[in-house]
């Protein structure tokens, strides 16, 4: 869906690694293993509601973050300011305003 963007352009290539944990949502003595999964979930999820705002599908992403969060020790209510921010980071890569948010 994203030809022009790797999983080194926007997880490991510095973006999140190095912010998460000045993040509003950081949960103290959290690592980056417990949000990389949530960034990264924002960013699969992305493609799959082209055209919706994050706000209108995170019951639905919140029902699949068990499913998908691997080793991450986040609850939804502690991951999902990172899923939104993974999210956003992909809609602002686009050309655009994607889903019509204003962002």
């Known amino acids: ?3 022009n963007l ?17 993040a509003p949502y950081y949960v103290s003595g959290s690592e980056w293993r417990d949000y990389q999964p949530a960034y990264k979930y924002g960013y699969d999820t992305y493609g799959q509601y082209a055209g919706r ?8 992403l919140e029902r699949g973050w068990d499913a ?7 609850a939804w209510s502690e991951a999902k300011g990172a899923v939104r ?5 992909i809609e602002r890569a686009l050309p655009g305003d994607f889903d019509r948010d204003g962002r």
Do not use: C, M
Not at 15 to 20: A, I, N, T, V
């Open 1 to 3: 869906f994203f030809p």
């Open 6 to 22: 790797t999983d080194d352009d926007w997880i490991y290539g510095g973006h999140f690694d190095k912010r998460y944990k000045t």
């Open 53 to 60: 705002k994050f706000e209108e599908v995170q019951d639905e």
């Open 68 to 74: 998908t969060k691997a080793n991450s020790r986040l």
């Open 85 to 89: 921010d993974g999210w956003h980071h």
